[in-house]
Nanobody
Framework: QVQLVESGGGLVQAGGSLRLSCAAS????????MGWFRQAPGKQRELVAV???????VYADSVKGRFTISRDNAKNTVYLQMNSLKPEDTAVYYC???????????????WGQGTQVTVSS
């Protein structure tokens, strides 16, 4: 079994910053990629950013230049530094890990429980 535990959400004024963290634990053999998705009310879940095991990153166009994703492989932890936040960044942010679970014996996706980010104008 694998667990993803997120932290760092909250309420911030427009232009402010927040840092999200997500730690993966459990029957992890290896992690291919870790990333962040978000879902605003009435909208579909969308990719925010992802970092692959080799260090390559992908960002949504809407967050490029404002958000930075990073990863600590030794701690199985991914971070999302969010700067210059806008009200349209308000959403529940979900951590995702694409990993090889040695308990199951195959690769699958895991999700965190979500953390609320609210940006006031």
């Amino acid at each position: 079994q694998v667990q993803l535990v997120e932290s760092g959400g909250g309420l911030v004024q427009a232009g402010g910053s927040l840092r999200l963290s997500c730690a993966a634990s459990g029957s992890i053999f290896s992690i291919n990629a870790m990333g962040w998705f978000r879902q605003a009310p009435g909208k579909q879940r969308e990719l925010v950013a992802v970092v692959h095991s080799g260090g390559s990153t992908v960002y949504a166009d809407s967050v490029k230049g404002r958000f930075t994703i990073s990863r600590d492989n030794a701690k199985n932890t991914v971070y999302l530094q969010m700067n210059s936040l806008k009200p349209e960044d308000t959403a529940v942010y979900y951590c995702n890990a694409d990993l090889l679970d040695y308990g199951l014996g195959y690769r699958r996706d895991y999700w965190g429980q979500g953390t609320q980010v609210t940006v006031s104008s």
